[in-house]
């Protein structure tokens, strides 16, 4: 999993190998999962690919960073807290947009509330 985090820095900031892979194996060990550095992307688990694909995102040049139906990225509710706190350690200085349509739209059918899309 870091040489998969670490390409978005080679590719883009033209780092080298070792550089871009320390600073991937620094965002995996701020939220404890340092276990899964040589990992493939079978060995994971949703979490854990959530946190790699989040970990991707924040290492763009884009500002904004939209997480669209978290939960089915996820797979879980009860891991929501942890799961906002580990973003927030995560990121420096991102927006971040968590953006859950489908569970709303479950969730309020048949009510008079509006669901733009």
Sequence with gaps: MVENIALIQEFHQLLSINKAEQIASEYLSKIALTH?????????????????????????????????????????LQNMKNVINNLISLNGNKNILILDTKTNEIHYEGCSCHIVK
């Design 36 to 76: 899964i550095s040589q990992n493939r992307l079978n060995q994971c688990s949703l979490l854990e690919i959530f946190y790699i694909m989040f970990i991707r995102a924040l290492m763009t040049q884009e500002m904004d960073v939209i997480i669209s139906s978290p939960l089915l990225l996820i797979g879980e």
